[in-house]
């Protein structure tokens, strides 16, 4: 494989819309605080037929290199009601405000909508029901925003290509996509794999795998070792064919060109 295309498509932070559950509705779907909007209102929907019966809870929430949820109960998010019963169709609104400091780094929450059991079970109802819980992210911004990331630590080991995505900024990025293209000395492409994206929080990192095509994985083994770091590969694109064809005909232009300096370096 002579080399490697890493891509990502970035969604903007701040697009906003409606979540559907199998009975409610939440909207917005990301709440977005700053230091002079201190507050905003969620909105609940009951779509069903019949009463249904909610709790909210929040976290402040980190992420793990692989994108799993790390929840800490918190104090500094606020919010009213914590339970709530909605008939058939009806809407209430749920003020949530931040109880906390707003920082140069962005912090980030999550408030949690949970379909609770009825507490008088329905004539003729199923006895098993299932329930939604929905979580909504809470960012409270900084004053000013920077958005950066960046591909780091790309590395080989036994056939499985790594690289993690690094959150350089002071707000979270979401990754729609990432895709890995690669082709082989003919240009004709052996890899291209597009990755899920997921939110990547403020100096947050995010790792990918991706397992190669055999014959890339031969070519990485003749290294002499499992382990193939960036340098690696950059050594093993040098010895590609193209490459180095290409690099013969520079050559030999450059050498056409200054032929009268060579044959007279050359005589002496």
């Known amino acids: 494989m002579r080399a490697s295309l890493i891509a990502m498509c970035l969604a903007a932070p701040g697009v906003v819309g409606s979540a559907f559950a199998s009975s409610f509705a939440v909207n917005p779907t990301q709440i977005f605080l700053t230091s ?20 909210l809870t929040v976290f402040a929430w980190d992420q793990s290199a692989r994108g799993e949820m790390k929840l800490q109960p918190t104090a500094d998010i606020v919010f009213f009601p914590t339970l709530l019963t909605l008939t058939a169709k009806e809407s209430r609104n749920v003020r949530v405000g931040a109880a906390t400091r707003f920082e140069a780094v962005e912090k980030s929450y999550r408030i949690f909508v949970e379909e609770l059991p009825p507490q008088v079970p329905q004539p003729g109802q199923a006895a098993v029901r299932v329930l939604t819980k929905m979580g909504v992210p809470i960012f409270l911004q900084p004053p000013r925003t920077q958005a950066q990331a960046g591909l780091r630590d790309l590395a080989v080991r036994d056939g499985v290509l790594t690289f993690n995505v690094r959150n350089m900024g002071n707000v979270h990025i979401v990754p729609e996509a990432v895709r890995v293209h690669g082709v082989n000395g003919a240009g004709e492409a052996v890899l291209d794999k597009q990755l899920d994206g997921w939110y990547i929080l403020a100096g947050g ?24 770091r960036a340098n690696d590969l950059l050594s093993l694109v040098m010895f590609q064919p193209d490459y180095l064809m290409r690099m013969i005909d520079l050559g030999e232009a450059d050498a056409a060109k200054r032929g009268s300096e060579i044959e007279a370096f050359l005589s002496a």
């Open 36 to 55: 002079k909007s201190t507050s905003a209102i969620l909105t609940l929907r009951n779509e069903s037929d019949e009463s249904l019966r909610f709790q």
């Open 205 to 228: 990192v995010r790792a990918y795998e991706v397992k190669l095509p055999a014959t890339f994985r031969f070519l990485t083994r003749g290294l002499g070792t499992k382990e193939t």
